[in-house]
T-cell receptor, first 114, second 115 residues
Framework: EAQVTQNPRYLITVTGKKLTVTCSQN?????MSWYRQDPGLGLRQIYY???????DKGDVPEGYKVSRKEKRNFPLILESPSPNQTSLYFC?????????????FGPGTRLTVL | AQSVTQLDSHVSVSEGTPVLLRCNYS??????LFWYVQHPNKGLQLLLK??????LVKGINGFEAEFKKSETSFHLTKPSAHMSDAAEYFC?????????????FGAGTRLFVKA
């Protein structure tokens, strides 16, 4: 089944403890992206990647890192999480390189930073 | 700079009546426009997309949207609401900007459907 998977689905952590949220797609898509969803703000783009080893900042990249070493994986890294990073996170992928076609979303990761 | 404005945060309709969810956008370059739907505690699903072909776009579940360049609008409509349409709807624009290709979401419109 074609899908985008994220792990973990739920995570509660404490301020400053490094964490990684994994994202994997099995559709051989070029483009991958991370978003955070907060009430009343819609989804905001954190980082995106147009190809292996090519990443770029979205609108809210501060406090986050990403890497794209393999085409199928795009992990989101929070080196020192803070409470303002408590949010619902979505990973997405698209066949085209710039995200101008349909994006397929993962199920979401709900992160709470205490 | 790109931006997306969904003009209503909440819309309430009765089952069987028309639905109108309004979206205005701003983009320096030719945009791709989308509507996504998010049901409670679920991920996002594409309803429809405009990518510079026909200006009237038909999507899934009877939804359609019209791209009006002169009004910079991309409103979503459905002739007859169903209870299962109750969800949050996001208007999305992707286009090239000064900082590369960005995807911008509107704040969302929550649709309530009354029996």
């Amino acid at each position: 089944e074609a899908q985008v998977t994220q792990n973990p689905r739920y995570l509660i952590t404490v301020t400053g403890k490094k964490l990684t949220v994994t994202c994997s797609q099995n559709m051989n898509h070029e483009y991958m992206s991370w978003y955070r969803q907060d009430p009343g703000l819609g989804l905001r783009q954190i980082y995106y990647s147009m190809n292996v080893e090519v990443t770029d900042k979205g609108d809210v990249p501060e406090g986050y890192k990403v890497s794209r070493k393999e085409k199928r994986n795009f992990p989101l890294i929070l080196e020192s999480p803070s409470p303002n990073q408590t949010s619902l996170y979505f990973c997405a992928s698209s066949w085209d390189r710039v995200g101008t076609d349909t994006q397929y979303f993962g199920p979401g990761t709900r992160l709470t930073v205490l | 700079a790109q931006s997306v404005t969904q003009l209503d945060s909440h819309v309430s309709v009765s089952e069987g009546t028309p639905v109108l969810l309004r979206c205005n956008y701003s983009s320096s370059y030719s945009p791709s426009l989308f509507w996504y739907v998010q049901h409670p505690n679920k991920g996002l699903q594409l309803l429809l997309k405009y990518t510079s072909a026909a200006t009237l776009v038909k999507g899934i579940n009877g939804f359609e949207a019209e791209f009006k360049k002169s009004e910079t609008s991309f409103h979503l409509t459905k002739p007859s609401a169903h209870m299962s349409d109750a969800a949050e709807y996001f208007c999305v624009v992707t286009s090239q900007g000064a900082g590369g290709f960005k995807t911008i979401f509107g704040a969302g419109t929550r649709l309530f459907v009354k029996a």
